[in-house]
Each structure stands twice: as structure tokens, then as C-alpha cells.
């Protein structure tokens, strides 16, 4: 270790020296390179005597039985977790947010350090996610988050106000800049939507009484919409009112996309937003489509899709495919049907499971008449489908019905307007929608996104969209690195900051780094973190 001086030449053609602390390691080739520890800053301008107490202080683990004046005991004071949020921050820094707030903010007189509160807002959803309340504890406690200044809850609340304020222009700015970051091909975009309850039971706004995908029909929800790349990286999110159907959200979707100028773009879809409507919608500005289909609507062109003849190919291990064009002209359409002998296999067994219930089930049953019993076999789930109501109120199964299903064993159907595509790459590229479902999965897990316990819809727009910058970072820390976002996090959390302190100051100091921690810092392009972060002497 040792102290070394370096200049920089400046525009005027003067030149000005930095004192640094460095030291010597090898890189991969084995040759020395001067790694720098700490900057004292410029030469002309260094507190003499604060070095000199600094000396003085560190001497005494040098020479401890002869020290040049008592410094008194260094003391660990703590230690908190500092990797986890030194990578998110990098990330953040790469994408370029910091600026777009700089630039909101250049003609407002804000006091507040709002973007550091939405940085620690976002960190806190992907390392520890607490309410907003426990977020001001956590910067304060917790955590080594780099913030210059204290971050307050009325911080935390300002800035979830001006978030939403630039809640357009961030998504598009930033969603460009990963997409140049991770060199992704915005081809594909897959879209799907999800519910969330409230701990609330007004219903105004957006909080709204509708199908609950979480099963709470008891409380008022939002639905959220996403949409990701073929590569999992979220594009853009939305919060509708909790009583929107799936089929309601396609219009705003592709219109709230329309001024990106995307490049060639299909949209992927599951079978809920299936409809000709929807299919016109998305065609419009040369845009094309993959659809989920419902297999069981009893529509006539579905039917005869299924009923048409031809060989499946196989395209990959239990995926099979077969092409099906039904009409001419504009009413012409273009199809997939997509197999699975596996998929077929588990559906018989269920099915025979099911009928085999359901006889028992109807066996039980005392005579014809109409209990409510009867009425529950008739409208279950799955048995009633199976089940036919003779004239006289006797119960059978429907064998025609049971055979009719067995037709549609291990298929679904997809259907695409896009002709360049080939039948592998429509059933590949549907089943990349999965990317929709883990994302959601993230969200409601990983990052937290209940409970919700805001009551303003401005609030509980923010709240997502906090949770959508959060799955933006750890979906980029995953793409480059090839590790889950839990990994990633359960490694770099292990890197901390300790404090030590004297009478003559205060040492700030991380832990060793070990190869691993290197190794996702290296793969994301993150520059390492300098050993003594910080070292400030008492005056």
C-alpha cells in the first residue's frame, strides 16, 4: 500500500494533482495494475493536519507499544449490508435514471433529494421490501444505500408525486436504454394481465369489485397490466380499475405503445383478449398478432379447424405442430394447432379420474328428485361437464361429451396474422408468454407488490410503478449474470460496510470481496468497490 500522486491536464492547459492511496494487484495475465483505495483529493487543497491525525491514528497498529501521541481504542461500531444495494445503484446509474430525474427537476425548487428517495424506494422492493414507513427506518439503519443526505418519509412521499409526474416519459426513456444496454431485439412483445387486492374496502377510483385472480372476492382490487420482452425484460406497465376485463385493456395498450415507433412488432397474447375486435386492433399501424384461442367456445371455425385433417411435425421433445388456413380473402386465417403427447397422456388420466368420481358421485344420489344437490353436480367445475339431465331428473354421464373431449387432449390452438412466421415460431413464441407469468410471479413475491394499503389512486399508481422499476433491475441483473435475482441478492448481500471510529475520526471500510461477488460485478460491467470508502477526522 502506498500513496502516489497523479495529474490531469485541464482545458486552460494547467494541470492539477490528486494524492491517492493505492495498492498493487495482479490481473488475469499476472501483471501488476495500481488499484486506488481511497482519494484524498487535490494536492494544493489537502488538509495537512487531518493527515497527520489520520497518521498518527493508524501508526498505532504499526508500532502499538510506542505510539507517537494516545489516539485512543479504534472501535467496530457496526456493520450493515452494502453489495445488494451498490449493484442496484450501478444499474440504475447505466440506465440513465438519475439524469432523467436531474433534468425533471433543473427548474424546480425542491429541497427534498427526490431522486435518492425513489432509488431507495425501488433498492428497498428488491432487497427487503417494507411499507413505505419502514423504508425511512431501513436507509436510516439497515442498509448502506450511498444516499449523501438523510431521506425522510416525507421524502419518500414527495417523490412517489413527482415519480408519477414522469411516469410516461421514464418508462420510454428508460426502456430504450436497456434495450441498447442488453442489445435486445424488440420483436416479440408479450402481454398479459393480473389482479391485486386492496386492505381496504371502499370502492372508488380505481379500487373496484371484480374477478380476483388471488381468489379474494371480498375485497375491492386493480388490475395490472404488463407487457415484456421475449427476453423478460418489462416494457411498460399499466393499472386499470379492478373491474376491467382482459378484453377491455388490448386498445389502450396498443395505443399507449403507438408513439414508441417500435420497429416489427408482434403481439402475444393469451385466449382472454382473443376477439375479432381485438384482432383488428392490433393489425392497425402493420402490427401483427399471436393469439391464444378458446379451445372449448364451440366457435364454428374452431371446430373446423380441429376437424381438419394432416400430419403434426415435430418440433421439439413433446411439441408437436399442424398448420390450418380457414378462409379466403379477408376472411381468411391463419392457425396453429399445437400437441403435446405428454400433456395428452395427463389429461386422460384426469379425465378418467373425473368420470370415475363423478359415477360415484351420481350413484349416491336418492331417486330423481330435484335437491340441491343435483343442482351443485350440474354447474361443478369439472364434473357438470360430464354430466347429462334425462327428462325424468336422472342424472348420467355424458359419454358423447367425454368423447368429444378427448379430442381436444394435450391441443390448444393459437391463431397469427403474421405470414412470415413459421408454425414452429408462432408455438415457440407463445409459449414465451410464460415470461408475463413469472414476471407477475416477481412482483407478487420477489419484490412484494401487496400489501397495499393506499387509498389514492395517484398513490397506488406509484406503488406499481416503483415495484415495475424494481423488476426492470433485477430482470437486467439476470439476464447478464445467467443467476435468479435470489441468488444475485443472497451473494452480494454478504458484501457490508463497517464503521470504525476514534477520537480522531471515523473510518468507513467494506468487507473482502470474495470471487464470487467479483464475478457478478464483472458480468454486469460494475466497477468494484473501493476498499475504505470513507474517512472522515475529527477537526
Known amino acids: 500500500m502506498y500513496v502516489r500522486t497523479i495529474s490531469r491536464k485541464n482545458k486552460n492547459g494547467t494541470r492539477t494533482s490528486y494524492v491517492q492511496l493505492a495498492h498493487n494487484v495482479r490481473d488475469e495475465k499476472g501483471m501488476p495494475q495500481a488499484k486506488v483505495l481511497y482519494t484524498f483529493g487535490r494536492l494544493d487543497t489537502l488538509d495537512i493536519e487531518a493527515i497527520r491525525r489520520l497518521i498518527a491514528s493508524l501508526s498505532r497498529f504499526v508500532s502499538p507499544d510506542t505510539p507517537p501521541h494516545d489516539t485512543g481504542p479504534m472501535v467496530f461500531e457496526r456493520s450493515v449490508p452494502m453489495g445488494g444495494s451498490y449493484l442496484l445503484r450501478a444499474l440504475w446509474e447505466k440506465i440513465g435514471i438519475p439524469g432523467l430525474f436531474a433534468k ?31 423504508v425511512e427506518e431501513w436507509v436510516r439503519e439497515d442498509v448502506a444505500l450511498g444516499n449523501p443526505e438523510p431521506i425522510a418519509l416525507h421524502h419518500l412521499y414527495r417523490a412517489m408525486d413527482v415519480l408519477l409526474e414522469q411516469t410516461e416519459r421514464i418508462h420510454k426513456e428508460v426502456f430504450f436504454a436497456v434495450a441498447d444496454l442488453l442489445n435486445l431485439e424488440v420483436d416479440l412483445l408479450f402481454f398479459d394481465t393480473t389482479s391485486t387486492y386492496l386492505e381496504t374496502e371502499d370502492e372508488e377510483g380505481l379500487k373496484r369489485y371484480g374477478h380476483s385472480k388471488d381468489h379474494r372476492n371480498d375485497l375491492p382490487q386493480i388490475v395490472i397490466g404488463l407487457a415484456v420482452t421475449k427476453e423478460g425484460i418489462p416494457v411498460k406497465c399499466w393499472v386499470l380499475p379492478g373491474n376491467t376485463s382482459d378484453m377491455k385493456t388490448v386498445e389502450k395498450v396498443k395505443d399507449d405503445l403507438r408513439g414508441w415507433h417500435l420497429s416489427r412488432c408482434v403481439w402475444v397474447m393469451d385466449r382472454g383478449m382473443s376477439s375479432e375486435e381485438n384482432r383488428v386492433i392490433l393489425q392497425k399501424a402493420g402490427g401483427h398478432y399471436i393469439l391464444g384461442e378458446k379451445l372449448r367456445d364451440d366457435a ?158 395517484e398513490r397506488i399508481t406509484a406503488h406499481v410503478f416503483l415495484c415495475f422499476l424494481a423488476l426492470l433491475l433485477v430482470r ?64
Open 104 to 134: 425533471t427537476l433543473k427548474d424546480r425548487n425542491f429541497s427534498s433529494p427526490i431522486g435518492w428517495a425513489v432509488f431507495a424506494m425501488v433498492a428497498n422492493r428488491a432487497l427487503a421490501p417494507y411499507s413505505k414507513r419502514g
Open 300 to 457: 364454428e371455425v374452431h371446430e373446423e379447424v380441429l376437424s381438419r385433417k394432416g400430419r403434426y411435425r415435430k418440433i421439439r421433445e413433446n411439441l408437436e405442430v399442424k398448420e390450418v388456413t380457414v378462409g379466403e380473402g379477408e376472411r381468411r386465417r391463419r392457425f396453429v394447432i399445437v400437441y403435446n403427447p405428454d400433456e395428452a397422456e395427463r389429461d386422460k388420466h384426469n379425465r378418467e379420474v373425473i368420470l370415475k368420481k363423478t359415477e360415484e358421485v351420481i350413484h349416491a344420489l336418492k331417486g330423481p328428485e330435484h335437491t340441491r344437490r343435483v343442482c351443485e353436480l350440474l354447474t361443478h367445475k369439472t364434473m357438470g361437464r360430464y354430466i347429462r339431465q334425462q327428462k325424468n331428473g336422472v342424472l348420467k354421464i355424458d359419454r358423447a361429451k367425454a368423447k368429444k373431449e378427448e379430442h381436444l387432449d394435450g391441443k390448444y390452438i393459437l391463431s397469427t396474422s403474421d405470414d412470415s412466421l413459421s408454425p414452429e415460431d408462432v408455438a415457440l413464441g407463445y409459449k414465451q408468454l410464460m415470461e408475463v407469468e413469472r414476471a407477475f410471479r416477481t412482483l407478487k413475491t420477489t419484490l412484494d407488490l401487496r400489501p397495499v394499503y393506499h387509498r389514492k389512486d
Open 476 to 539: 437486467t441483473a439476470e439476464r447478464k449474470t445467467g443467476l435468479t435475482w435470489d441468488k444475485i441478492r443472497s451473494v452480494m448481500e454478504r458484501l457490508h460496510l463497517g464503521e470504525f471510529t476514534s477520537k480522531d475520526g471515523r473510518v468507513l471500510q467494506t468487507t473482502e470481496l470474495t470471487p464470487e461477488q467479483q464475478n457478478i460485478l464483472k458480468q454486469l460491467d460494475i466497477a468494484l468497490p473501493r476498499r475504505v470508502q470513507s474517512v472522515l477526522t475529527t477537526p
